[in-house]
């Protein structure tokens, strides 16, 4: 939804930049499905989507052609999204609060989350 946000007025969305630009590698999140280690899932707090300024580059093509054809994807109404621009993330790492990275800060341990 970029950071506009998704309210329920929104018209289109507005995606994030630099993100949606082909020139860069954008990270997203994943967190794990259920609260043990396993299979993984979208990260609900991260981001993603189509780019409403860069084409969909030809590397592309295949990939986000076979995710827009998967009705899992549950993509929203058509014409809240530009279809035919670059899709991001490129790369997703696990970034969730399910089980959070444990760092060293301040004299404490604490777990983190992102990408």
């Known amino acids: 939804c970029g950071r506009e946000g998704c309210g329920l007025l929104r018209i289109r ?7 949606a630009s082909p020139y ?13 280690i396993g299979p993984e899932q979208a990260w ?6 189509f780019s409403n300024t860069f084409a ?3 590397y592309q093509a295949a990939a986000v052609a076979a995710y827009k054809a998967n009705p899992r994807a549950r993509l929203p109404p058509q014409y809240m999204w ?6 991001y993330p490129d790369v997703a790492a696990l970034g969730g609060l399910k ?6 800060s301040g004299g404490l341990f604490q ?4 990408t």
């Open 13 to 19: 969305f507005h995606p994030d930049f630099p993100a």
């Open 24 to 36: 860069i590698t954008a990270v997203g999140g994943t967190d794990f499905a259920t609260d043990a």
């Open 44 to 49: 609900k707090q991260g981001g993603g989507g």
């Open 56 to 58: 969909a580059p030809a």
């Open 82 to 87: 530009n279809a035919t621009g670059r899709g």
């Open 99 to 104: 089980a959070p990275y444990c760092v060293y």
């Open 111 to 114: 777990g983190v989350a992102g």
